[in-house]
Each structure stands twice: as C-alpha cells, then as structure tokens.
C-alpha cells in the first residue's frame, strides 16, 4: 500500500498495516482482554473525580518551601496546617452587641476541642478575655476579627492537617455542623453565617467538578452521536466509537484514580480529561470510520443487498489503519508530547493534569488503533454492509474514489480554489494574519489572578461567604507568617537585644514598603516586640510581668517555681502569648530558638498581580535590612507559599513551552520528510494561538463581553485565572496540529500519487473539509460545556477551547493552511522525494493547461 499512504510515512504505514493483521487474527482476545480492562478498573473510575483538591505548597527549592520547612520544625502549628474561619453578620448594628456572644464562643471553643484535632482557636471575646490582666496596655484585637463597619465578625482555627486534604474536607463537615447549630441554638440575631476553608473550597469545587462532568456528558455525547451519525449515516457504525469511548473513559479514569493516590489532582483535571476524551475519540472514530468506508468502495464494495467478502472488509481494515491510523499516531503524539511537557513541571497542581492528560490520551490513541479494528473484523458483514450502503455519506466518499456519478461537495470545491488561487491566496492569508495580530496585541496586557471566588461554584452559599470575607476583611485572612531568629545564637528570643533588633528591623521594613507601595501602606505587622499602630509592650515591662528567666541553656529551671508565683489569668495570657509567638511549649523551661508574628497585606489582593509585587518588596526589605540587625528571617502562609508555585511554572513555561515546539516540529518533519511543513505549522498555529489568547483577555479582562450579563463570560476579576495561560498553550498546541496533520496527510497522499501539489492540496481540502469540519463541531461542542460549569477556571478554559477549536477549524485550516500551501508548491515537501518536479506538472495548473484535470478530480 505504498502508494495508498505518503511516501513518507511508509515505514509507520507499514508498520500499522501488520498491527491491523494482528488485530484482526487474535480480534476476540483483543475485544475481551479490554472487556476485563474495563471490569478491572472501571469500578475505581468515579474515584477519580472525588480525588481531586486544592494543594498550595510551594516547590522545592524555592523561599517558600524553605520557609516552610523552618515552620515545620519550630513552629509545626504554623506550617501547612488546615485554616478554618467562622462568620457571624447582622443585618445591622454592630455583632459585638450581639447577645450571648461570648458564651457562644466558649461553648464552640469547648466542642471544637471534643473533637480531638484542633491546634489553635483565636477570637475577639477569646483574646480580650486573655489579655484582660494589661488593661490598657492590652492589643485591639478588633480590627482582626471585626469588620469596619461593626456587622461581621469571624472565629478561627486550626487543625494539624493539610489545608485540602481528605481529613482536612472531614473535619469541615464536621466544624460546619458544630458552628451552624450552635449559631441557629444560641444567636437568632445573626442574619448571615457559615464556615470557609480551603478544605470547604475543596470540597465544594469537588462536587461542582462532579457535576460539570455529568453535564458536559449530557450536553457533548448526545450532540456528538449525532453529528457522528450524519456524516457516517449508520447507526451500527456508532457503536464503534461508543465502545471505543466507553473503553478509553473506564480503564484512563480507573488508573487515573490510583495516580490521584500518589499526587495531588487539581479540581479541573477530572473534567477536561472527560472533554479531551470525549473531544478526541469521536475526532478519531470520524478519521477511522470515514476512511473505513471509503476504502470499501475502493474495493467495488457496496450496495444494500451486495455480498459483503470477509476479504474485502479485512483488506478495507487493512488500508484504514495504514492510512486514518497513521494520522491518528501522528496526532496522538503530538498532543502526548505537549502534555508530557506539561507533566514535568514540578508543580503537582498541574503536573497531575498533564500526567491525566497523557495517560487518557495515550490510551484512546491505543483504543483506536486496537479495539476498533478488532470490532470491524469480529462482525465483518454488520459493519461492511452499513458502511457500504447507498446514502449521502457514501455518496460524498464515492466521489473521493473517483466515481463520477457521485460529486463532491459544492462548498468545499469553492473554497478549496478561492484559497489556493493566486493572488486570492496572498489576499486570505494577508486578512486573516492582521485580524489575528491585532486580536493578538492585547496578550501584551494580560494579567492573571487566582481569586479564591474563581475556585467556587457560582450560587454555591460559600460563594457569598466569601464575597462577604473579602469584601469585610480585605486579606486578613491571609496573612505573612514570618519567622525570626538571631544570627548570633548566643542572642536570646527572649531578651532585650534581640527585641529591640526586631523592632528596629521591622520598622525599617514597614518604611521600604510605604515607600515602594504606597497602596500597601496600611499592612500591618503583628510581633511581640513591634505592632503596626501600637506600642508595643516593653520587653522589661514583659520580663517583670511574666517573670521571664534570664536567658541560659535550655533547660532553664527544673520546676515552674516561678509560674507558681503567678496568678491563673496572667500566666495564662504569658503562656498564650509567649508560648504561641515563640518556638517554645513552656518559655519558662525552655528557651525559644525562634520567634514568629503575622503581616498582613491591606489594599492589595494578596493572590492578585499586585500580590507578586508585594511578596517581592517584602522579601527585598527584609533582604536588605536583616544583615544589618543580625536577624535570619522566613518568610511563610498561604500567600508567599501559593505565588511561588506560580512563579515556578511560569519560570518552566518557556522551557515547557519551546520544548513543546522543538518536538513537534522535528516529529512532524520526520514523518512528512520535510522542513517547510513544520515551519509552516508554527506560522499557522501561532495565528491560532495569538487569537485565543488576545480574545481571552479581550473577554476576561477587558470585559468585552460584560453586556451580555453571563458571569462565566463577564470580566468581573479583571484578569484570567492563572492556571489557564499555562493549560491552554498545551491543549492548543496539540489541537491544533491535530487538524492540520489530518489534511496534511491526505494532501500528501495525493501529491505521492503522481497529482501537481496545487491539485493535491483542493483536492486534499475538498476530501477532509466535511470530516475536519465535524469533528471541529464535536470537540467545541465538548469543551463548550465547560463554559457552563459553576467553576470560573472551567469556564475560562472552555471559553479559551473553544475560540481555539472553531477559529482553528474554520479559519486556519480552512483559509491559512491552503493559502500558504498553494503559495509554497511543490516546496512544502521539501527537501523529501514530493518536491520533486517528477511528481506531476510543477506549474499552476491553471495556466499550464490542466484546468480540465482539475475540475475532474476537484472541482
């Protein structure tokens, strides 16, 4: 079948040929070992989904992790623990004179502490109840945990669990039963309540992701199945790619489930891995069954009362895989290599996607290479003579053979030589590259965020509640936690020198941010010897009235001696103060090693863009002042650890990003033997991806879209969620290439059968424009669902799909690829065998005469 594949793809062809043989000779063993597949890991497959969580620690190697390991050994209570917030509002006045108030706190204290696993409990009634022995000298701890406008406040506290861990979700269920109760038994005054961590986080985008699955299978399957059935026209051909599908979804989904137990799954892998299933494996079936028939009427096949040959339909199996299979292995890698890029960067938020990615594609690709000629072969009449039958599908693939009784679609001839006539094809290309440039332009501008609201379904109640957080305590609830430490070790925590070091440092610290950001300017700092407004007590004053020893080797005294002399009130408050602030569990037995407060960032959105600049001017301050005070400094919470994962995968996405590119281009070069054609996917690709780009940011940032009243098409953040920059470039990439390797390879086919290049690229245009174009409707159709998920991150990515897919599939393809096609002749297959000029006429045809030529075999 040399001449029935690209002469340059002879040896895959071949290759597929005999695997083709192999399939069909052992077809009921391939058709049950896949059957046992599914029984065996099928059942696990819904686990996958429930896997999936919202992990923030930062990667190795950066000042984030290294933070975070000096918070795991002094301060263990500090690291990456569980946080959970309690909001209490009324409707109006203030919540502080809400009544039982403090009896209500007492009594959620006393039941979180039932429960066994809680590390920590802060509150204003708490707090000033503890601090009461100061009397004026005592902090204002209400700005804290009370809004500005005195209706909302908020409880917290901590468990020894990570923030969205399966424990971490358990205990949610459970501290959100408790405070829901006791508010509902104890405070009918409140008007608004309810418990935010993110373990609710993740548990709630959990359920929507759940649930966007399910919708995305309602919405695609059904619409896929239809466009499927009007261009194969055969219900028994649609149980190919429905047992393909089935088999793809079960085994992937089931070993994804045991790749959830070893890494962390982001909430949005579980359903884009369903879409690119979905997306994929009707594009391959289309590739596949297309082909399937029109090598039958190669064959002379066809007919509804014809013999159908065992012989024919094997041989027809036999040219499929050497032909559709081919374009589905080259598409297959190219998308497996821009996820396994994506894989490696060593963030597992999204490492976990392009491994599921990978291994889900991966193993469709396996599916359709294995199972579908399997299937064809076990039941040779049932599927030859549905694919034979005498309706429009094989009308239009019996004009593809020649036949010229049947014609080949109208608008596809049209638009296969208004794009490759000359100078029409410069025209094309020249408009479609400046729309796509000026779209494009706006990437320049574009900002990312990962607001928490973007990681909550829409109308979920934790939605509000955390619309109600942000909008009454800013980023209160997530503060910089800062470790210090003297550089000279003989220097005590707790003792004079070091305090007033720490006052000094920090104080020149909250200078250099006033300074270098005046929007940050209110951040307060909260440290023993330094708070942001207040003055601080005196380390002598706090010596005298906590009795601190004088600072020796640890142990410093064998008994509690002096908290004996102490009365219950004020050693509680020392203790809870000293204890807690300081890497020590008795400050009057053991010398701290360590001391630790909290920054908060007022006026800026700690996860925003801002944010970075924030983190960056923070470290940069104490940089330049801790050698100057002999302070060693790490600084840690959720925000510093949450930005510098970003920043390491935007720091790999280049590397990722070229790397991608590289791989792709030299693959596709080996396989058409040429130079040009990868390079000229890169120029068409770029088209695609600079449109998608600009348009996202057009929609989400700019807003372009706000009029029509859709959240999930609105520019409310002002930015793109900053995890879909990063997906999007793999997913398109891979896309991308996927419809121009299929009309690539057909075009070389001809073009290898003796046919002048221009002829081959109408005639490859006109034969795969009605397959490429449904399948572009099948995949939009399967990402357009996500639009509708409760998930702005879904959304966004759905949106990004689908601009890809249609612009892709009906502009690139159809317009530019011609275009640059026909304006490169006989040089796209350059330097391989097809640039030849021995390889038909190497002219324009319709100048040279062949006019007739073409429109036999076109047009």
């Avoid at 449109?691 to 930015?719: E, K, P």
Wanted: hydrophobic fraction near 50%; charge should be negative.
């Amino acid at each position: 079948f040399a001449h029935e594949c690209s002469a340059a793809m002879k040896e895959s062809c071949g290759c597929l040929g005999r695997l083709a043989e192999v399939m069909m000779k052992w077809k009921f063993f391939v058709i049950g070992g896949w059957a046992l597949a599914i029984c065996a890991l099928g059942p696990f497959a819904p686990g996958f989904a429930q896997a999936a969580t919202v992990t923030v620690e930062p990667p190795s190697g950066t000042d984030g992790y290294d933070a975070l390991m000096q918070y795991k050994r002094y301060f263990p209570h500090l690291a990456l623990t569980a946080d959970y917030s309690g909001l209490l509002q009324v409707a109006s006045g203030r919540v502080l004179d809400t009544p039982g108030l403090a009896e209500f706190s007492d009594e959620l204290l006393r039941q979180l502490n039932e429960t066994g696993q809680l590390t920590q409990y802060l509150s204003n009634t708490t707090l000033a109840e503890l601090y009461a022995p100061l009397g004026s000298l005592a902090p204002d701890f209400s700005s804290q945990f009370v809004s500005k406008d005195g209706r909302t406040m908020i409880f917290a506290w901590s468990i020894d669990e990570e923030p969205g861990s399966k424990p971490a979700v358990e205990a949610h269920h459970r501290f959100s039963g408790i405070f829901d109760k006791l508010v509902q038994d104890r405070l009918p005054e409140i008007s608004f309540y309810g418990t935010q961590s993110v373990a609710a986080v993740t548990d709630a985008a959990t359920i929507a992701a759940e649930h966007d699955m399910a919708l995305a299978d309602g919405i695609a399957l059904p619409i896929s199945a239809l466009v499927l059935w009007y261009v194969v026209r055969s219900g028994r051909l649609l149980l190919i790619p429905l047992a393909t599908l089935v088999t793809s979804a079960a085994v992937s989904f089931g070993l994804l489930y045991f790749l959830s137990l070893v890494v962390d799954v982001q909430v949005i892998t579980p359903p884009l891995c369903m879409s690119l299933l979905i997306a994929m494996s009707v594009d391959y079936s289309l590739f596949l069954l297309t082909r399937f028939r029109e090598e039958l009427l190669k064959l002379g096949v066809g007919g509804e009362d014809a013999a159908i040959s065992i012989e024919s339909v094997q041989e027809a199996i036999k040219s499929t895989m050497t032909t559709s299979g081919a374009t589905i292995l080259l598409s297959g890698f190219t998308l497996l290599t821009a996820f396994a890029f994506l894989a490696v960067i060593p963030v597992d938020l999204i490492g976990s996607l392009g491994q599921g990615a990978c291994l889900t594609l991966g193993l469709m690709v396996v599916v359709n290479l294995t199972l579908a000629p399997a299937l064809l072969a076990a039941a040779p009449v049932f599927f030859g003579r549905a694919a034979s039958q005498q309706r429009s599908g094989a009308r239009w693939a019996r004009s593809l053979v020649g036949d010229r009784s049947a014609s080949a679609p109208v608008g596809w001839q049209w638009v296969a030589k208004i794009t490759t006539l000359f100078p029409w094809n410069i025209v094309w290309f020249a408009i479609v590259t400046a729309v796509s440039v000026g779209v494009s332009i706006a990437v320049l501008q574009m900002k990312t965020t990962d607001d928490l609201e973007q990681d909550i379904p829409t109308g979920d109640k934790l939605f509000t509640l955390q619309q109600e957080l942000t909008g009454a305590f800013s980023s209160r609830t997530m503060p910089y936690n800062i470790l210090l430490m003297p550089k000279d070790t003989s220097v005590a925590i707790l003792s004079a020198p070091f305090f007033q070091a720490v006052a000094k440092l920090l104080a020149a610290v909250e200078q250099d941010i006033i300074t270098n950001m005046p929007e940050a300017k209110e951040s307060e700092f909260n440290f023993l010897p330094y708070q942001t407004g207040r003055q601080p007590i005196p380390f002598q004053a706090l010596q005298a009235l906590c009795g601190i020893p004088r600072a020796e080797p640890a142990p410093i005294v064998e008994d509690s001696t002096v908290e004996r002399q102490l009365s219950s009130t004020v050693s509680d408050m020392c203790h809870f103060m000293l204890d807690t602030q300081t890497s020590t569990d008795n400050y009057l037995l053991h010398q701290p090693e360590a001391m630790t407060g909290t920054l908060t960032a007022l006026g800026i959105e700690v996860l925003g863009e801002r944010g970075f600049v924030f983190l960056d001017t923070v470290r940069d301050a104490f940089a330049k002042h801790a050698p100057r005070y002999g302070v060693q400094y790490s600084i840690g919470g959720m925000g510093p650890y949450f930005l510098d994962m970003v920043t390491v995968v935007y720091a790999y996405l280049p590397a990722m990003a070229a790397g991608t590119i590289v791989v792709s281009v030299i693959f596709v070069g080996i396989a058409f033997r040429s130079v040009i054609i990868p390079l000229r996917s890169i120029v068409s690709n770029s088209l695609s991806l600079g449109f998608t780009y600009g348009l996202a940011v057009h929609v989400y940032q700019y807003g372009a879209l706000d009029f029509l009243g859709i959240r999930n098409l609105s520019g409310d953040y002002h930015a793109l969620p900053w995890i879909v920059p990063v997906v999007q470039f793999f997913c398109l990439i891979g896309i991308c290439l996927d419809y121009d390797i299929f009309l690539l390879t057909r075009v070389s086919e001809y073009r290898a059968q003796g046919m002048d290049p221009r002829v081959a690229i109408r005639k490859g245009v006109v034969s795969t424009g009605g397959i490429i174009t449904a399948a572009g409707v099948v995949m939009a159709i399967a990402f357009g669902a996500l639009i509708f998920s409760s998930l702005m991150q879904l959304a966004v990515m759905g949106f990004a799909l689908v601009v890809a897919v249609l612009y892709d599939t009906f502009i690139v393809r159809s317009i530019v690829n011609p275009a640059l096609m026909s304006l490169l002749g006989r040089w796209n297959w350059w330097p391989g065998e097809l640039s030849k000029p021995h390889y038909g006429f190497d002219e324009d045809p319709d100048l040279a005469g062949t006019a007739s030529a073409l429109s036999m075999q076109t047009c």
